[in-house]
């Protein structure tokens, strides 16, 4: 199986994180559980994709991308 | 839904996407444990907000001719004694220039 | 136990086609009065990864396809029903009164990137010259110290200025066919513009059509452009509730600068 990984992929996730972290509803006060539970997220596709990569080595496989089929 | 990405040297905009991102974290954690390394950023860079600012107001004014020469002398005694000073502080604090960034939105970077 | 919320629909019904969220657990539709806000329910996630956050924009995209969404950020999480519902009912008038502003609209995204460093430098070389001939033997370490800033501060307003010429031009060509928009103006010097543009799904045809035209603009311009998303950048909400274990930092800061009055025009 081979899987095409391209840069235009890491853009997208970029623009997905630029939305999706910080923007759209966002609701914070008592209602919402507090990110004391949750360690804070620091934005950048660094840091994701290196959790993602983490898992990779630790599972000794990589992962399907979900938005890419296995050709 | 379809998305379309349509985009010429992807490595160059990851690169200044990756720039902008921000030092400042979205959230800061005010929890009494991790308060002072969160809020010494946030002063800092609000000190820092204002010390622009003022420089910024001080340059568009010697700019439009409108101070004398003698206030313009004390205008740049007072700056580099803010800018001093602020120094200081980044060091006592140990934090970067990057660190005290911000993206204000409709008022652009801070810096 | 944790109630995910995905996004705030214009619709009281049950989702008819099911739809998978996070850790694969399906989604509902809470609803409030002529509303809902689709969820699902799970346990704590101990690592958040890429997969969690397509996950989470996957099923913001897919009600797209049949209702009319505010996207809900990313890990907005309650405990139980009761506070969602709360939590709606605080936001009612917020989110009808986005649903309907919003209603058959989706975002675009265009980033552009010139070549910044090149242009600054032009501008700096071009200063430099100015400045060659002014004599700065006699100055006191005060009058260097804002001439030296002053000259910055041209330079930087200079470059700003063009910019500011060339984002007008790109712009031009998009407006006809967006009814709100975001600029975000030189986040880096390089990125000359990064803006969002919200636009009616029947002028999606035309608003694509107007980035071809402007792509052919002459002057070593990179683009980027992407959607149709889900309306991230043009919710606008009243009322903000402030959370008193966390700070919302860009809040902070924006409350802070809307006090001060510090618009462009009081600063430039």
Sequence with gaps: ?71 | MDKIIDIDSPDEFIEEIEKIQGALPKRINANPKNVEKGLSKLVLTLIELIRKLLEKQAMRRIDAGSLSEEEIERVGETLMKLENKMQELKVIFGLKDEELNLNLGPLGDLM | MRIYAYAVIDSNSKITAPINGLEGIGVYNISYRDIGIVVSEGEQIQDITQEHILKHEEVVEKLMESFTVLPVSFLTLFKKKDDVLLMMQEHYSDFRENLDRLRNKVEFGIKIIWPGETIKNRVIEASKKLNANVAIADNTPGKSFAMQKLEKYKIDKEFAEEADRCIALLDDFFSRFVTEKKLEKLKSDNLLLNAYYLVEKEKQGDFKEAFERAKNTPGDLKYLFSGPWPPYNFISLTKKSSSLDYLNTKDVFTKLVNNLDLTEKNII
Excluded: C, H, N, W
């Excluded at chain 1, 890491?10 to 997905?16: C, P, S």
């Excluded at chain 1, 994180?17 to 559980?33: H, N, P, Y």
């Excluded at chain 1, 539970?37 to 994701?48: A, F, M, Q, R, S």
């Design chain 1, 1 to 71: 199986m081979e899987y095409v990984t391209t840069k235009s992929k890491d853009v997208t996730l970029l623009e997905i994180l630029d939305r999706v972290l910080d923007k759209g509803v966002v609701i914070s006060g008592d209602l919402v559980i507090s990110l004391a539970e949750i360690d804070l997220i620091y934005v950048g596709l660094k840091v994701l994709i290196s959790s993602v990569e983490t898992m990779e080595r630790l599972r000794g496989a990589p992962f399907a991308s979900p938005m890419q089929e296995p050709k």
